[in-house]
């Protein structure tokens, strides 16, 4: 019995609650008077809490020794105490886990196994805890003793242990003799704890039946652990190129790099903290709107432009280096190219100056932009003159020009790469939060052509699902942008935003800019304003071959506009671009905007 | 208060003297008495414990027998006072009549009562009127009689034990609540077995009659009764005897539902001290040098079957107070 907590700290509590001393205290406050009742009460309950629990209620009596001769039944009291807990602590949690388990078959739970395990051990350990703080003391070892046969004996010697009248010294003896008699096999037998033991039982054979049954929620906890999978895969991969940003990439200025780097570590932040598909698809629409902001309104037909005024250049001569140049999209090197070439054309013969000069036109005319064509026939011009002043000047003008076209263009792949990347993550977590099994479509695919220059067949991605894998491939000659959604079978077409008409193919339903020609597959009425009255586009439902049943489908509006009724894939596309730049052009106020992603994510799903 | 302070005297009585002395009466008594047992006991720690017993039952039950066998092992002097209508309080208190003396000269001298005794055995005492059971009121709580206008001393130790008949036979008038609280313990003598019965009339109509010897006298008595208010009653036995009494009140958070239901008054702080004061007399007895619950448990319905009492519904439902003492026990157990 010497190792005991003290609990000198909740009796000082205790002392500093009581009422009396506390009302000493605040004499002259005139707030005594008010808070006694509080104290009291305080005092009151911490009173009846430390009474409850033995280890706080501290030593009633102290006696050496009877503690001494109650020493082997204490030993037995406590022991029996905490298998008592043990068996109720394990039942408790064996039946909390059944009903998990019976959850689990009504509604899908991911990682119930996990939590039932959770439930068990830690209601264990909390009935040991408290079976610890309950545990029997000398007192209530006399209490047992007195209970079974001793009659009051051992708790009047406790109590009157301090008086020393013939009497009570008579009385203690007594007790001591009695106590050292004590049968304690035969009056305090172990005894197994059979209430508890039947429910931990009856427990065990519920779960083990649990288990044994088919859970109808199977399929869809497999889901959610392949949601789950592939929100960590797409987190782990936007982190990937985060890092590549951090690490390698030089050729985005600062400020668009840091903003770029600060939405893809937000993204994966909430990609971490995503709980379903929703939250990820809302993730990534934010993240998206942000790359979007980063790479700004820049017309991707500038950088077609530079794809084939390099190609143009390229093919001559003296202007190999600076198509390069171009073509690598290095500004320093445009500028000091450009300048160079101004310098050798001073030197250089009239001969020479016209070739250039020509090449110049040459890319002029192969170019779209006005200002860029201006330029370039000026430069023609200045050449062509021969003012070594007005050369030197206009080719400076055109190296800047180039040099910020081409500084924007970097910007636009890079951060073209990332938003592919999340184009990429969007159509794998539809994938991985679809339904799977019997033929049903698995997951979109998308298509989306990546930004090309000269070289020929910039990649186009397609989607892939767990069941049947969309792909696509995507050629672009020029700067192109498309996406496509894609069906499960793989098949489908889809456009992108391509003004030379270039078109990356993926599977599945365009999500792109414009309408495929011919749509095949469910329709959904979609009221678009801007298309009443305009001829809009053919679409055919898909029906058996032979002869079947006529079916007749009345429509709840008689007079339907040509134009009106729209294949829901097709225009959820545009919708959500045009939500996209309202979002960016802050015509939606800031407290709907995450209604409006949320409604764009939800139809996602 | 039930119990009035008792002189040390010289010499305590050693425990073992103190059972022994017990087991001796309790064998004299058993010669004459047929079975019984409880009652025997129950009276004797009475006797010990300074107070008072009333004894209830039928006629012939050996009531009168038992009071005068007790008288006869302790060589008490004792009183038999048969109570009638008839009878006035003088009567048992005694009255100052004239007396003359050698002289001739004429003057008041008290003549003492039959309660004048150590003693007494009320021998029917419900069939006297109000007036007359009150004039034992004093004597029994206070151990003193007063009488023209002076108050005397009743002999040590004084014991009342009283016989009454169920109240309802005829020609009986109710002990008042007052007077009820006096006594220590109600005993209920019940009718014998088969066998007892059998053996009480062997032993009484036989040529020999058992003979009783003395085995202990007033100054023992005495000084067991200061032995047994020595003995320790831990808080918890205490605090049981407490909500015992405390349960017999309606109103008692400690009152089980037939009490709420049926009771009128509760128990008296006397009940309480009835419980203790006995308990210890008979822990001694078991040969405990400390009271336990079921000394309580055991003296609660001698003890406090006449100092509570059942109202109009109660009495209706045909219940006793023993039938509610057994809820009250059994509630304070579970809880």
């Known amino acids: 019995m010497k190792s005991r907590f003290d609990f000198t700290f909740f009796k000082n509590c205790l002392k500093k609650f009581n009422p009396s001393t506390t009302k000493r205290a605040s004499i002259g406050t005139g707030k005594g008077d008010s808070n006694a009742s509080v104290y009291t009460c305080v005092n009151l309950w911490l009173q009846k809490v430390c009474d409850g629990i033995p280890s706080l209620r501290g030593r009633r009596y102290r006696d050496g020794e009877i503690e001494e001769a109650l020493r082997p039944v204490l030993k037995r009291l406590r022991g029996q105490h905490f298998l008592n807990w043990l068996f109720r602590g394990t039942a408790v949690g064996s039946v909390t886990a059944v009903l998990f388990l019976l959850v689990s078959h009504l509604r899908p739970w991911l990682g119930v196994e996990r939590w039932c395990a959770g439930a068990v051990l830690g209601t264990v350990l909390a009935t040991l805890l408290a079976a610890f703080l309950s545990r029997p003391d000398a007192w209530e070892a006399a209490c047992q003793v007195d209970g079974r046969a001793l009659k009051e004996r051992v708790t009047t010697a406790l109590e009157l242990s301090g008086e020393r009248t013939e009497m009570v010294l008579k009385q203690r003896h007594d007790a001591l003799a009695h106590l050292k008699s004590f049968a304690l096999d035969l009056r305090l037998p172990w005894q197994f704890p059979v209430k508890e033991g039947k429910v931990l039982l009856a427990a065990v054979l519920a779960a083990v039946v649990l288990s044994i049954l088919p859970n109808p929620m199977q399929a869809e906890v497999e889901r959610q652990v392949a949601l789950r999978k592939e929100i960590a895969r797409q987190e782990k991969k936007v982190e990937r190129i985060k890092r590549e940003l951090e690490q390698h990439n030089r050729r985005l200025p600062s400020r668009e790099r840091q903003e770029t780097i600060h939405a893809l570590e937000e993204l994966r932040r909430n990609l971490h903290a995503a709980r379903d598909k929703r939250d990820a698809l809302k993730a990534l629409a934010q993240a998206e709107e942000e790359l979007a902001e980063v790479a700004g309104a820049v ?161 186009g991605s397609g989607g892939s699902g767990p069941g049947t894998n969309g792909k696509g491939t995507g050629s672009s000659n020029g700067a192109g942008q498309g996406q496509g959604g894609g069906s499960g079978a793989g098949m489908g077409s889809g456009n992108g935003d391509n003004p030379t008409g270039n078109q990356s193919s993926s599977s599945g339903p365009s999500l792109g800019n414009d309408p495929a020609p011919m749509n095949f597959g469910n329709y959904e009425r979609i009221f678009d304003p801007r298309r009443i009255g305009a001829a809009g586009e053919t679409s055919y439902i898909r029906g058996q071959a032979g002869e079947g049943p006529q079916q007749a489908v009345d429509t709840p509006n008689p007079i339907i506009v040509p134009g009106t009724m729209r294949p829901y894939q097709e225009v959820v596309g545009e919708y959500r671009r045009s939500a996209r730049e309202s979002l960016d052009r802050s015509l939606i106020p800031p407290g709907m905007k995450d209604l409006v992603r949320d409604y764009f994510a939800s139809l996602e799903e | 208060m039930l119990f009035v302070a008792i002189d040390v005297m010289e010499g305590f009585m050693d425990v073992d003297a103190f059972r022994q002395t017990i087991k001796d009466i309790e064998e004299e008594i058993g010669r004459v008495m047929v079975g019984q047992r409880d009652i025997i006991r129950h009276t004797l720690i009475c006797l010990v414990a300074g107070g008072n017993v009333l004894l209830e039952g039928v006629p012939g039950l050996g009531k009168t027998m038992l009071v005068r066998t007790i008288s006869q092992t302790l060589s008490l002097k004792f009183n038999r006072i048969q109570f009638t209508p008839a009878l006035m309080p003088a009567d048992i208190v005694g009255t100052n009549i004239i007396t003359e003396d050698a002289e001739g000269k004429k003057h008041f001298r008290f003549q003492p009562g039959p309660v004048f005794a150590n003693l007494v055995l009320a021998d029917e005492i419900n069939r006297a009127t109000p007036k007359t059971q009150s004039a034992m009121l004093e004597a029994m709580q206070e151990k003193t009689v007063t009488a023209g206008g002076e108050t005397r001393e009743l002999p040590r130790p004084f014991f009342v034990l009283a016989t009454q008949n169920p109240l309802e036979m005829e020609g009986t008038y109710p002990l008042p609540e007052a007077q009820l609280d006096r006594f220590l313990f109600k005993l209920l003598v019940e009718f014998p077995g088969e066998d007892e019965l059998a053996r009480i009339l062997a032993l009484t109509t036989g040529a020999l009659q058992p003979a009783v010897r003395q085995v202990a006298d007033a100054e023992a008595i005495l000084k067991m009764g200061v032995l047994a208010r020595e003995v320790p009653v831990a808080e918890r036995v205490t605090s049981l005897a407490v909500r015992v009494v405390l349960a017999t009140h309606p109103e008692s958070e400690y009152a089980p539902e037939r009490v709420r239901k049926f009771v009128r008054y509760g128990a008296s702080p006397r009940g309480g001290q009835a419980l203790i004061a006995a308990g210890k007399v008979r822990a001694l007895m078991e040969g405990r040098y400390n009271v336990a619950f079921e000394d309580i448990e055991e003296l609660a319905y001698p003890a406090l079957r006449h100092r509570f009492f059942l109202n109009f519904e109660g009495e209706a439902e045909g219940l006793t107070t023993d039938d509610l003492l057994t809820d009250i026990l059994g509630f304070l157990k579970r809880n």
Do not use: F
């Not at chain 1, 794809?307 to 690598?328: N, P």
């Open chain 1, 299 to 459: 017309s991707t037909r500038d950088d077609a432009d530079l794809k084939r005024l390099a190609a143009s250049l390229g093919e001559h001569e003296g202007t190999r280096t600076l198509a390069g140049k171009l073509a690598a999209g290095d500004m320093a090197g445009i500028r000091e190219e450009t300048r160079k070439l101004a310098g050798s054309q001073a030197r250089a013969g009239q001969e020479e100056r016209r070739a250039l000069a020509a090449a110049l036109l040459d890319a002029a005319g192969s170019v779209s932009t006005p200002t860029l064509k201006v330029d370039l026939e000026q430069a023609a011009s200045a050449l062509n003159g021969g003012s070594p002043g007005l050369m030197e000047s206009r080719l400076a003008s055109l190296g800047s020009l180039l040099a910020g076209m081409a500084g924007q263009a970097g910007i636009n792949q890079d951060v073209g790469v990332a938003k592919l990347a999340l184009q990429q993550a969007r159509m794998g977590i539809l994938a991985a939060g679809a339904s799977t099994g019997n033929g049903r479509v698995a997951a979109g695919g998308s298509g989306e052509g990546s930004q090309g220059g000269n070289a020929p067949g910039a990649s």
